[in-house]
């Protein structure tokens, strides 16, 4: 029976689920949330129970009551819980990592992680190789722009969640988003639908995720500060309406006046009964609610007392029942997407190489007893040089055939160094941006069209940048612009690239 262990770590507990997977179904058997802060706040309704446990984890892991480790605080529940050694999923919040939607030129599938990171190191500001990085492809159409939504782990928050890991005796496997996770879990209740646009509402303590759903894919994430209280506090649904309102126009911006369709709140119908009725009232459109304890089999022991606000857990839940699933999590830090590697040619090399040398010996042997086989069986031999002599001739064409191909490919603009050596000349962003840029090939060569602000000392070198590289610019227009702040001037010009260049 294999054991599967996920858990989040929030600004002052950290909640742990330990699930089992029994005959392809996960069982959970433990959810527990642990004070994890400076002082740790005391447990809240159910999570008596859990503080108990932290209690004796602590005075076992040797850890004063004033700073209490999140490492040792989790060392000591899975000691409590009889749990040794295991790989662990470890959900991040929203606001723990970096957000952009990017627009990239249309590319296939395999060509888009490249693009996308490239790309990243130009919208993310202090990005660089140690950052991790995934990213949620918003189109599928490999002939248009593709939007991408694009998300970066600072390589301290990774480190600090290795290092409670290993303290804790766990093996990072996977890193996931905690809104990603919840709304893969409302996924599969079968309540959105991918033909909507589904607003999912998911409260915690002190915050809320806020994630728009359409096309089986999250498309917009954020998460709104909420004081501290109870679900049904008026002053918190006050603010929380306020932050959906907000998160409804943020929406409608990004997805070029696209209105969403619904909103899904995700908890218990009881709990959330007045947040339920106070956004029916507030918005005309409809209201559901997803308790995410209708998706998840609970233990024995654990099905006589259930965990209390289960909304808390459903990014943890989902996490696990994405783990055992077969499609990889929507964001995954520790693997995120990737260009595909070549198709492995060994087993053609190995066939050819056995087929080859099986050739050889029987020709050896056909040769050792032709020597006293008489004209007759050398005529034969003869024809059959013969035969082979026209497998030479087919195999000529061939190669030519191939070589014609070769030239044609050689001849072919590769748009990644062009990209390259525009990037490596184009002034610094300070001095100057790209509002648009389009890429054409023509059998007289390329062409780059670029549009964007700078400075009025950067227009010349924005020019002169890439005639460095063999190519020829042409400057469509120019003029002062005052409608960005820190550039005076717009301009557009084309960047030629000669057939010479192509290669």
Known sequence: ?????????????????????????????????????????????DEAAASAELSQAGSAGGETAGEPKCGKVLAGALAELGIGRHEAIVVVGRDQVELRQMSLPPSPDDELPELVRFQAAREFHQFDENWLFDYIPLNDDPLQPREVLAAALAPATAAELRATCEAAGLELKRLVLRPCAAASLVQRSGLLDDAKLTLIIDPAEESADLTAWTDGRAVFMRTARLPAGETGDEDRQFVLIGEIRRTLAAVQNQLNGRRVESLLV???????????????????????????????????????????????????WGALADELGAGRPALDFLHPRRRPPPPSRRRQYILAGSALCLILFGWFVFQRLQRNWLESELAELNAQLKAVGVQVERAQKLDAKVREIEKWASEDIVWLDELHRLSATFP?????????????????????????????????????GPR??????????????SSQKYYDWKFSASVLVSPEQKK
């Open 428 to 464: 610094a962003a300070k001095e100057a941006m790209l509002r648009q840029m389009s890429m054409a090939a023509g059998p007289r060569g390329g062409e780059i069209k670029i549009e964007g602000f700078a400075q009025a000392d950067a227009i010349a070198r924005l020019h002169e």
């Open 468 to 481: 460095e590289g063999g190519h020829r610019v042409v400057e469509k227009d120019s003029a002062k612009d």
């Open 266 to 316: 995700v908890g218990s119908s009881a709990d959330h009964a007045g947040l339920i009725r106070a956004l029916s009232e507030s918005f005309d459109v409809p209201v559901a609610v997803f308790d995410p304890q209708s998706q998840v089999e609970f233990s024995a022991r654990l099905k006589q007392r259930p965990p209390g606000h289960p909304e808390h857990y459903a990014a943890l």
């Open 1 to 45: 029976m294999a054991r599967l262990i996920a858990f989040e770590r929030g600004s002052d507990r950290l909640r742990l689920v330990v699930a089992a997977e029994r005959g392809g179904r996960v069982v959970v058997e433990h959810s527990l949330s642990l004070p994890c802060g400076e002082q740790g706040k005391p447990p809240a309704d």
